[in-house]
Structures are given as C-alpha cells and as structure tokens.
C-alpha cells in the first residue's frame, strides 16, 4: 500500500444531493453509513451495509476516491490504491 495516492490531488468535491443511499431509497433498502463519490457526487452504502453501493459504485465507474457522509467525519478512501485520507 502506497503512503501517497494521486487520486486524492484530482477530485472533484461534489456534495451528494440525498440524505440516503441513492438506491436503497429507490428500493426502499436500509444502510448503516454513507459515503459520496468525489467524482460524481453519488451517495451510497458503506460496506457494512448489506448491499454495498458504493462500492459497487466504484466498480461500475471507476471512480476511485469516496468521503464519509457520516456527520462529523471527514475522512476519505481511495479504492486503487487503499489509502485513507483525513485532512483534519
């Protein structure tokens, strides 16, 4: 696992524009935490949630770098390279 990871240098900070799993609630699914697409701003369900959205998301797009929804957290994952990000 690499301690730098370029991705995080070109996101596109989008805020989601739901307060839940975009398709959980189109399905009428529960999660248990939300995570947004710094690319395209997609809300999805953590991996502790049943269905996984996004990383599910990540898969279908390609679109590596995802933040906590979670308030109070501002964390950041990237999925190629495995690197958290905290800029607290």
């Known amino acids: 696992m690499s301690n730098d990871c370029t991705h995080f240098h070109h996101i596109v900070t989008r805020e989601g524009n739901t307060d839940g799993c975009e398709e959980c609630l189109r399905t009428g699914d529960t999660w248990v935490h939300l995570r947004v697409c710094l690319t395209c701003g997609h809300v999805g369900c953590c991996d502790q949630s049943k269905n ?6 990540f898969h279908a797009t390609g679109h590596p770098v995802i933040r906590s ?5 501002t ?3 990237c999925y190629v390279d495995r690197v ?3 800029p607290v």
Request: proline share 0%; net charge positive.
């Open 84 to 86: 958290v990000k905290d």
């Open 75 to 77: 964390w950041g994952w």
């Open 69 to 73: 929804k979670e308030h109070g957290e």
């Open 52 to 57: 996984k959205h996004a990383t599910k998301h």
